[in-house]
């Protein structure tokens, strides 16, 4: 095993929108696990290997707009998410990292699956995805019909040719032999096939989209990464040649080098009769032998592929021939119509009670148009057959139904989910009692959920039938209570409980000691107002009530003021009193007397000294928000 330290990765990535697309639906990934460093578009990462290793991807949406960049950003999120968090040991073989690279992908899949289904505006959207995993001795690559160049040498399409399935032809069509085109029949999840190869001394990786390798040859792409050291610019480089030739689609790159005495190195050209019969002879490159002590750190990488496909459909592609396709539907009687993109004759594909069949399809690109009693139609979904045996979930979804909700009782809230399958959930609230339609629920198997602030919430499972309109009486709920002291310091004072909405949840009057404890409904935002006949309206707000623990709140009250108006002979003279200290001295100048204001309510004493001398004094009780009168005899 290569010592940490002894090999170097010099890695940058970029992507851009092309010439034609009015958006961008690639999506890059470029990240230092054992740094924690990660980053899209425009990041350079040059760092010695660490224990975690370098992941990279590079996933060429499709669905159109949003829908292809919201699959494409969720791929190489959920890649990251799920396998940045995963322990690889130090011992760990190829097949460990292999199965927890197929559990990333299966996340990312059921991601996107699950998000296409549940959104309409991005049904039929997914993603292609070449993805590369660095670790300090070993490097696993997956890609799906991408380019991948580690070195001209280590060429993989050489081996199809070897192997008869491509002709030099079809080689030259598919851009030479450093192009290796994997494809998955894809389902709900995700299979991927790997192959180890040696990675050496200066090798160079380069994960595209299809954006750069169906606009750029081959040997274009080669002279250009064997000129320009500089990775930026290699890349910089490679997506001005794609939107030269056109830019037809969106472009994307990463490059990636590793160098470093811990790899072997690099290969040689074989020359003359070494070059017939060898296992070298597809490339033409041999490695050099290798001294005893550097045998142990070679840097294998895994070759998979991975379709991220959202609603099921196998976008597959080989030349020539014929492939047996097994369409799956999900109840009897339906329907499949391929239209070609040549325009040839449309096929038809009849599925009786065994749900589904299988039929020789032409290999190639088709429209897929789907039809199933109680279920809704699917039109122009894309399709490529390839050669071989492949399996299609046909898409169609049970005909939405409709649901009556009644309730008897105010601010109730419905949650309606799906209790099986795709998952779907649609909220609705009721302000008031009454009757609600909701429309769009989809067929089956759903569960209602009922809750109201202070009382206990309920669960209702029904059956929606295709097309069905359900009547749902909301059960009533059982109110749950709590205990709330409340203090005011007012004796017999009114004390009213309000939720966050008005309504009164408990009440009641205080004692001889301005306090009250209440059973009022539970709640997490109550108002608290007490009312007095000699005070102002007090009010506590944010009360939060419990089932459990009492709540407690006090309620400063302010007392209402009154007033005396004193009436008596002209030029006299008036102090007022109270608990024996003077409150004030007033004159009396006409018959509109003297007055007080602002007094708090309680007993006063009237002293008036007339002109002569002579004084007189009356006792009086002012009442809150009242003007009480004391007069004087002339």
């Known amino acids: 095993m290569a010592e940490r330290g002894e090999i170097r990765a010099t890695i940058y990535g970029a992507t851009d929108v092309g010439r ?64 940045a968090g995963r322990e690889i040991r130090e011992n760990a073989v190829p097949e ?31 993603t292609t995805m070449t993805a590369a995993f660095v670790v300090a001795d070993r490097a696993y690559l997956l890609r799906r019909g991408k380019l991948v160049q580690v070195t001209k040498d280590q060429s993989l399409i050489s081996q199809l040719i070897e192997d008869g399935t491509l002709t030099e032809e079809e080689a030259e069509k598919l851009g030479g032999r450093n192009i ?15 192959k180890s190869v040696e990675l050496l001394e200066g090798d160079l990786l380069l994960l595209c989209s299809d954006g750069l390798s169906g606009m750029v040859h081959d040997p274009e792409i080669e002279e250009v990464l064997l000129a320009e050291e500089d990775l930026t610019r290699a890349a910089s480089t490679l997506i001005e040649k794609a939107n030269g030739a056109g830019g037809r689609d969106n472009i994307t790159a990463v490059l990636a080098r590793f160098t470093g005495k811990g790899l072997r190195p690099p290969l040689k050209p074989l020359e003359g009769d070494a070059r017939v019969g060898s296992e070298a002879g597809a490339s033409g490159y041999v490695a050099p032998e290798v001294p005893e002590e550097k045998r142990s750190p070679v840097v294998p990488i895994v070759l998979g592929a991975a379709a991220l496909g959202v609603l099921g459909l196998a976008l597959l592609l080989f030349l020539g021939g014929s492939g047996d396709v097994t369409f799956v539907f999900p109840a009897p009687n339906g329907e499949v119509v391929l239209r070609p993109e040549g325009g040839e ?45 492949s399996r299609i979930e046909v898409p169609l979804l049970p005909l ?70 359900l009547p749902v009486t909301l059960s009533d709920l059982r109110e749950i209570r ?8 007012v004796p017999d004072a009114e004390v009213t409980v309000v939720d966050s909405r008005g309504q009164n949840v408990g009440g009641g009057r205080t ?59 002209a030029g006299s003279s008036v102090k007022l009193l109270a608990g024996g200290a003077t409150r004030g001295f007033r004159e009396i100048r006409d018959e509109a007397g003297a007055e007080y204001d602002g007094l708090e309510p309680g007993s006063y004493r009237v002293v008036l000294t007339r002109e002569d001398g002579r004084t007189e004094e009356k006792d009086i009780d002012v009442k809150p928000a009242e003007t009480m009168e004391v007069r004087f005899t002339e």
Not at 21 to 50: C, F, P, Q, W, Y
Not at 107 to 115: D, G, L, P, S, V
Not at 515 to 540: D, F, Y
Request: include cysteine; aromatic fraction near 4%.
């Open 20 to 83: 034609v697309r009015e958006h961008n639906e690639d999506n890059l990934l470029v990240a230092d696990l054992t740094a924690g460093k990660k980053g899209g578009h425009a990041t350079a990462i040059s760092a010695e290997m660490g224990e975690r290793g370098f992941l990279l991807a590079v996933a060429d949406g499709m669905g159109g707009a949003a829908s292809g960049e919201i699959a494409s950003a969720t791929a190489v999120k959920s890649l990251f998410d799920m396998f």
């Open 96 to 126: 460990d990292i292999t199965r927890s690279l197929e559990a990333s992908i299966r996340k990312a899949n059921e991601e996107i699956f699950t998000r296409g289904q549940t959104e309409s505006e991005h049904r039929g959207m997914g």
């Open 180 to 194: 290796i085109l994997q494809a998955l029949g894809v389902e709900a999840d995700v299979k991927v096939a790997s």
């Open 345 to 389: 004759a449309t096929i038809t594909v009849l599925a009786g009670p065994a749900l589904s069949v299988t039929k020789d399809i032409p290999t190639g690109s088709y429209v897929l148009d789907a039809k199933l009693p109680n279920h809704q139609p699917v039109t122009g979904l894309p399709l490529k057959v390839a050669r071989g045996d």
């Open 400 to 469: 939405p139904g409709r649901i009556e909700l009644t309730s008897a009782a105010p601010w109730v809230s419905v949650v309606i989910r799906s209790a099986a399958g795709r998952p779907w959930r649609q909220e609705e609230t009721f302000a008031a009692p009454g009757t609600r339609s909701v429309a769009g629920v989809p067929a089956g198997k759903l569960v209602l959920e009922v809750g109201r602030e202070g009382f206990a919430s309920a669960e209702i499972p029904i059956e929606l039938g295709p097309g069905e309109v």
């Open 482 to 489: 709590g205990r709330l002291a409340v203090r005011c310091g």
């Open 511 to 569: 004692g001889a000691d301005g306090s009250v404890t209440l059973s009022v409904r539970t709640g997490s935002s109550h108002a608290v107002e007490v009312k007095s006949a000699r005070h102002r309206p007090g009010r506590a707000t944010g009360v939060v009530v419990g089932p459990d623990e009492p709540a407690a709140v006090e309620v400063t009250m302010v007392p209402l003021f009154g007033a005396i108006r004193v009436f008596g002979p």
